[in-house]
């Protein structure tokens, strides 16, 4: 049946415009991914509009597992966070820290973590009330940077994903830069940064902002844009 539906979408490509030829082919990547990750044996989960992709959740896993990334700094909590901290929890090793904005949505997110029996010794979600931030060329509201900073002085990472705070009002579309000039400096060399939502405007924007502020090499992928140092043995592609 899967084959036959995947026929079907290469059929119609050919006579689809461009337009039409990308949405296939992301649907084709999302059904696939659903169809290869791994179940989190809970009763339902939210994947709303604003939920990342399940192609870019692939992304994430892959990145996790073929580069044994083990310490990811996450900013916005969902289903990246869920799908994360499954994997660590069944391996027994790796951690990861999300930043949240909204103390309600925080609270979903650690209940399905509870139900999903992850340790915090796996997942953590630090709630952070949005403020000014004096550290970009951008004006914006991010993270209270104290409060994550007390939290975070012992950390260092090797991924970091960027898919908050909200940012799709006009006075908000820089307010994910400051992600990464934050976290920075509680990065391993080696570390990779991925940007949700990169493949258009203010976010394509960003990313080739914080690849000519480090001289990190640029690549794009199912939404996402990817970060990586220059001296980086990620020899692997990941999707």
């Not at 029996?117 to 951008?138: E, N, T």
């Not at 990169?198 to 090499?217: F, L, M, P, S, T």
């Amino acid at each position: 049946m899967k084959d036959v539906f995947w026929n079907l979408l290469s059929k119609i490509g050919w006579h689809a415009s461009k337009t039409q030829r990308e949405a296939l082919f992301r649907a084709r990547q999302d059904l696939e991914s659903l169809h290869l990750l791994p179940e989190l044996s809970l009763e339902y989960i939210p994947w709303t509009e604003a939920a990342l992709r399940p192609a870019g959740v692939r992304a994430l896993l892959n990145e996790v597992v073929v580069h044994s990334r083990c310490s990811v700094l996450e900013f916005g909590s969902g289903i990246s966070t869920l799908y994360l901290a499954n994997h660590f929890n069944r391996v027994g090793k790796g951690r990861v820290i999300s930043v949240e904005e909204d103390e309600k949505w925080a609270s979903v997110v650690e209940s399905y973590l509870n139900e999903l029996g992850v340790s915090r010794d796996r997942a953590q979600i630090l709630q952070a009330s949005l403020q000014p931030f004096d550290r970009s060329k951008y004006p914006s509201l991010w993270y209270n940077t104290e409060l994550l900073e007390a939290e975070l002085q012992n950390e260092v990472f090797d991924m970091v994903f960027v898919d908050g705070p909200v940012s799709w009002e006009e006075e908000n579309k820089y307010a994910r830069y400051p992600a990464l000039p934050f976290s920075h400096d509680y990065l391993r060399e080696e570390s990779v940064t991925f940007l949700d939502d990169a493949g258009w405007g203010d976010q394509r924007e960003i990313v080739q902002q914080w690849a000519n502020k480090y001289g990190w090499e640029v690549e794009h992928m199912v939404g996402m844009g990817v970060l990586r140092h220059p001296s980086s043995d990620a020899s692997y592609d990941i999707i």
